[in-house]
């Protein structure tokens, strides 16, 4: 999300206090990573500093950053944050260190060297204060030349030299007690040896194994989790999902889960062990102190050194296994946003239920809510004749042209429902109907959002509003709701959450400044996802639209209370005036290139509005014609490409699933079958779709072409409309497998079944998955596949409902 806070003119973030050289450190580390050169770094982060927004950047700005896109200066942005970090770290050891007198020439070049966080806090871990330890202990009964003497002379005999070091007093009552303390001061010094410490990780990543078992008495509570109750999978190797699943069950006190290396070397000395005896000059050559040394190099290896790396690592694991998640959530939600509007059209909302009744609601073509009703077409009332008659009086009353019905439970009822209705309606006048992913209706029905848009109106009935206005504009109506309920997520309650909420947040900022807002109709909620815009901002700009009438042109945003010239500035260019005073406010066009478009339109020696989509006219011109000292050609070209296709709106063309008359239920699907559908989630193993029968199939990665696919999101993205054939079907565990290959490979998908692999352990469930919408008690649940029995359990694990 943008980080303009809410004030007029939306101040800079302050920048790091670092030195050039370590602004050039920086810029060089991340040109690296994101592929450009450290100039467009700098400049970028200059930008940003200065309190632009990415989106603004990125369509604004392409001169100063060299063209660099959103998802690069996302990268960039996320990079920065992480860089200065670790240069305020580094900036504290120095510091530390030079106050405990201890900072050398070489500790100093070392620390400015690191790379990574974990490599700054090993090398400040011999001097990072902490709690007394036994070592410490040691050093102040005089130990420590006792250990320096053992490790520097292996010949001499441990037992006769400590026996000098025996000191009642000092509390070293005996040789055994000497040695002790001589063995905590060493295994000390070995652990924090940086070096070793940063070769023993990269051998813990290579060759350990995470391995999990039952807790002793959680079998049966833990049965979800029983295909990791003996489970083992290399530390490298294990995907996302996998890992949020161990870590899921050790939570929930089912699993034990280690990391373990070397446990099947058959060797005396296991490598790691071999690894801490030679950073330390340690070998056994028979001498008297060799053996206590060898065991020192043990015990530090098992004691101090295991555990910590332990933790380390399974942190990282967690780490990019949330990464991982949260990059999933957002492919998912950015395709789910940019998703097709049906238009503006006067629509029909239909919300599903049985006993409690369909909810329904109409809204005009602009979203308000103008009629709703509630009808009883089902058990108990079987009221069908009625319900039939006030859908048909709604319809006509308000010249109805898009019908949105409920995925939830009953919507294939209520689709029939809404078919008969529209069998009467001539096919001139007939509205179009289509079946809606309601994900996170509910949720939105019940905020304090919906309630000061639609006040006085019951909650359910909301509900019905929201999911006829998701279908007109996707975009504009899933702004309102968080991200996390709209449910195209995996794992995202396990998951870091202010990572996943700021990385939701850019995918929902991206997709509403990729679109652009009319200015006139927006909502504050839409608008404050605007660059620049604020929700205070954002309320401001609405209220004076309510008092003052349309905004004629942009300009009337400066009018806006509190709207400085920083705000102006980030936000006009995605706000779009139809039918204005001046037709460039109804483009992208930003207000301060407005005179270079006009000296373009003017060398055309034609009206704006008549060159404005002459797509042939403007791809002769030659942008070099028209650059200056201010604007180079990246920005010529915009302008041009937006004259071509004013206000192009990015998202796909509107299409509908053909869901199949008489396929309504899981009981009614059969292996062969071939049926559309529609996308609804896309992890790393598959696609989830739906194929109206109120449970998602999982089209597995293997399934998903002719070809070797690596990757489910090249392939297809949430909201395709996708032709699937049925594999299997497991009405007992709710479980669907498809394929979208043309030649079916039914023996594969078998063996993919019976191959052991493990499951996930959050499905299935009683009822079906996550509740539908959020709502308690409703929903369906994923179904499917993965490699062996884990990816059926997947598709009933995702919480699709934004639990």
Request: proline share 5%; aromatic share 4%.
């Amino acid at each position: 999300m943008s980080e303009i806070v809410e004030t007029a003119t939306a101040p800079a973030r302050k920048p790091a206090a670092v030195s050039p050289d370590v602004a050039l450190r920086i810029a060089r580390r991340i040109a690296v990573e994101i592929g450009c050169q450290p100039n467009q770094v700098n400049a970028t982060v200059t930008l940003l500093d200065e309190g632009s927004t990415v989106p603004f950047i990125a369509r604004y700005r392409k001169e100063a950053t060299g063209g660099l896109d959103d998802t690069q200066l996302r990268k960039l942005e996320e990079r920065l944050i992480y860089l200065r970090e670790m240069e305020d770290r580094r900036a504290a050891i120095l510091k530390s260190i030079e106050e405990q007198g201890k900072l050398t020439d070489d500790l100093a070049a070392r620390i400015a060297a690191a790379d990574t966080k974990a490599v700054l806090e090993d090398l400040y871990l011999p001097y990072k204060k902490k709690r007394r330890t036994k070592a410490q202990i040691a050093r102040e009964a005089g130990l420590e030349p006792l250990a320096d003497a053992l490790l520097a002379d292996p010949l001499k005999v441990p037992e006769t030299e400590a026996v000098a070091y025996v000191d009642a007093d000092k509390g070293v009552e005996d040789v055994k007690a000497a040695l002790d303390g001589a063995r905590q001061i060493l295994m000390e010094r070995f652990s924090e040896n940086a070096e070793l410490v940063g070769r023993l990780r990269q051998h813990l990543m290579d060759n350990g194994v995470v391995k999990s078992a039952v807790v002793d008495g959680q079998q049966e509570a833990g049965a979800k989790f029983a295909d990791y109750f003996d489970y083992r999978e290399k530390w490298s190797k294990i995907p996302s999902h996998r890992a949020l699943a161990l870590f899921r069950g050790r939570n929930e006190g089912v699993l034990s889960v280690d990391l373990v290396v070397d446990v099947d070397d058959p060797s005396p000395l296991k490598p790691a062990e071999r690894m801490v005896a030679h950073a330390a000059g340690i070998a056994d050559k028979g001498r008297p102190a060799d053996k206590w040394l060898m065991d020192v190099a043990r015990w530090a290896w098992k004691v101090k050194l295991a555990l910590h790396l332990e933790l380390d690592l399974m942190g990282v694991l967690r780490e990019k296994a949330e990464e991982e998640a949260i990059q999933v959530f957002a492919r998912n939600l950015k395709d789910l946003l940019l998703a097709a509007p049906a238009g503006a059209r006067a629509t029909l909302g239909l919300d599903p239920g049985i006993r409690t009744g369909v909810k329904v609601a109409v809204v005009d073509a602009t979203g308000k809510l103008v009629d709703t009703a509630t009808i009883y077409p089902f058990q108990p009332r079987n009221d069908v004749a009625g319900s039939r008659a006030t859908l048909l009086a709604l319809i006509a009353k308000h010249k109805v042209g898009l019908i949105a019905i409920g995925n939830g439970t009953a919507s294939r009822e209520t689709d029939r429902l809404a078919a008969d209705v529209l069998a009467d309606i001539p096919a001139a006048q007939r509205p179009v109907k289509v079946i809606v992913n309601e994900a996170g209706a509910s949720v939105y029905s019940a905020s304090e959002l919906a309630a000061k848009e639609m006040p006085g109106v019951d909650v359910s009935l909301r509900g019905a509003a929201s999911i006829a206005r998701r279908l007109q504009d996707p975009l504009a109506e899933l702004v309102k709701i968080e991200p996390k309920s709209i449910g195209v997520g995996q794992y995202q309650h396990d998951v870091n959450q202010s990572k996943l909420a700021r990385a939701l947040d850019a995918v929902v900022e991206d997709a509403v400044n990729a679109v652009g807002v009319d200015l006139n109709t927006a909502s504050p909620a839409l608008l404050a996802r605007i660059s620049g815009l604020s929700e205070s901002l954002a309320r401001a700009v609405v209220e004076h639209r309510e008092a003052i009438g349309r905004f004629r042109n942009r300009k009337q945003l400066m009018e806006v209370p509190r709207l400085g010239a920083k705000a102006f500035e980030l936000c006009a260019g995605f706000l779009r005036i139809p039918d204005g005073d001046n037709p460039l406010d109804a483009s992208s066009v930003h207000p301060e290139t407005y005179p270079l478009a006009e000296r373009i339109v003017k060398a055309c020696g034609r009206d704006v509005r008549a060159l404005m989509g002459d797509s042939g006219f403007l791809k002769s011109l030659d942008p070099e014609r028209f650059t200056d000292e201010r604007f180079g050609l990246p920005t010529v070209r915009d302008i041009i490409a937006e004259l071509e296709k004013p206000g192009r709106d990015p998202r796909p063309e509107f299409k509908t699933a053909a869901l199949q008359e008489g396929v309504e239920e899981i009981s009614d699907l059969k292996p062969g079958m071939k049926l559309e559908g529609t996308v609804t989630n896309v992890t790393n193993f598959g696609a989830f779709v739906d194929i109206g029968v109120h449970q998602d199939g999982l089209v597995h990665v293997s399934q998903l072409a002719d070809r070797f696919v690596d990757d489910p999101h090249k392939v297809v993205k949430a909201g395709d409309i996708v032709s699937v054939t049925v594999l299997e079907v497991d009405q007992k565990r709710k479980r669907i497998s498809l394929s979208m290959r043309q030649a079916v490979d039914y023996q594969a998908a078998r063996e993919r079944r019976d191959d052991g692999g493990p499951r996930d352990p959050r499905g299935p469930r009683p009822g079906g998955g996550a509740p539908k919408g959020g709502r308690p008690g409703g929903g369906r649940p994923a179904g499917g596949g993965e490699t062996g029995a884990m990816a059926a359990a997947l598709a009933a694990a995702l919480n699709r409902r934004g639990k």
